[in-house]
């Protein structure tokens, strides 16, 4: 019968094996972590294949640029050349609002509480259109929206109003984003996918019918409010006129003391969270597209035709357009605030037009 001294001997001999064991397994699972992490540092596993589940979709329908085309283009990137961009991208579905018999009602009544009390006239089957004025702030207004979406664009005859135009009661920065909020607020529940904290102002002066940029507050009798969207799956989301978005509200003074709103779009489209994967150009396919004119020139504010391309990212375009899917573009910076889009998703998943 083995004895208290000998079990307790056993027992330090099965613990120390133990331990040494439990070591070598520790030690070993780090060796293959780092191993697995060299081995996808210089020879990383290939993605999945896109899974291009919508078949082939509708291109992105650039406008026509105000900007002349036809540039010379040098890169002086930080690398010097163009960067590997990713080699496929989600593609997010948009929500599409399904029609509704009440949805007239519902537009009008909520329009109501902004002053538009007479009927809306159609333009469309979804869109109309609401005139009103306002007594406080002596102006007409004229409301086209979509009844489905709550899309809309708000237009004033602000140019004609003395006391606007002259900057009187011209609110700060922050009251008038405030007012902005509150005016959104108004017509429609502000998006979650808002981030506020980008939210922009711009101070502006009246040139006849034109808005130009004011190069002081005490020159200023307009101030934009810009809302952006949240980045898109790590990726910046652009827009078709920056650095305006599509979710802009133009805001006044006047003789009374409630700031007025004396212009605004709203776009946006609300995402299903449903996306699928598709294939995507390279940056060198994009710039030649680029060269051949094949892009769409956002910004430049210079006057040469030599464009020095400083940055090259891929991005997310939100364009003013009625639209089932949200896209990927390859951007393209440089210098005098240039800005060019070209549309990354691969030409063979694109719908001949």
Same mark, same amino acid.
């Given at each position: 019968m083995p004895t208290l001294h000998y079990a307790t001997q056993e027992t330090k001999i099965i613990l120390k094996w133990l331990g040494i064991g439990i070591i070598v397994l520790v030690f070993l699972s780090i060796l293959l972590n780092i191993a697995k992490n060299l081995k996808e540092a210089f020879f990383p596993s290939p993605p999945p294949a896109p899974t291009v589940s919508y078949g082939k979709l509708n291109g992105i329908s650039f406008p026509q640029s105000d900007i002349a +085309?036809? /540039?010379? @283009?040098? *890169?002086?990137? #930080? %690398?010097?050349?163009? &960067?590997? *961009?990713p080699t496929q991208a989600r593609i997010y579905k948009g929500t599409l609002v399904e029609p509704n018999l009440l949805a007239l009602k519902r537009a009008q009544d909520k329009v109501a509480s902004l002053g538009f009390t007479q009927q809306g006239t159609p333009i469309t089957q979804t869109d109309y259109l609401f005139q009103s004025f306002d007594p406080n702030s002596k102006l007409n207004s004229k409301l086209q929206l979509n009844i489905l979406s709550y899309n809309f664009t708000l237009t004033t005859d602000y140019a004609t109003n003395p006391d606007i135009v002259a900057g009187f009661n011209l609110p700060d920065e922050k009251t008038a984003t405030d007012r902005a909020k509150n005016f959104l607020s108004s017509l429609v529940t502000i998006p979650k996918d808002i981030d506020l904290s980008k939210t922009t102002t711009t101070l502006l002066s009246v040139a006849g019918s034109h808005l130009l940029r004011a190069s002081s507050f005490s020159n200023a009798q307009i101030i934009r409010v810009d809302f952006f969207v949240k980045d898109l799956n790590s990726l910046p989301v652009v827009y078709l006129n920056p650095p305006s978005s599509p979710i802009t509200v133009f805001v006044g003074g006047g003789k %009374? /003391?409630? &700031?007025?709103? #004396? +212009?605004?779009? @709203? /776009?946006?489209l609300d995402l299903t969270g449903d996306f699928s994967t598709y294939p995507l150009i390279t940056a060198t396919d994009a710039f030649s597209q680029l060269k051949q004119n094949k892009g769409y020139i956002a910004s430049y504010d210079g006057t040469d035709k030599t464009v020095v391309i400083k940055s090259v990212y891929l991005a997310y375009?939100?364009? &003013?357009e009625e639209g089932q899917y949200i896209l990927p573009v390859v951007v393209f910076e440089g210098n005098d605030n240039f800005k060019a889009y070209v549309s990354a998703v691969g030409s063979d998943w694109i719908q001949s037009k």
């Open positions: +085309k036809n /540039f010379t @283009y040098t *890169l002086d990137t #930080v %690398s010097g050349g163009l &960067p590997q *961009l %009374s /003391f409630t &700031p007025s709103i #004396v +212009k605004a779009n @709203y /776009f946006h375009y939100y364009g &003013p």
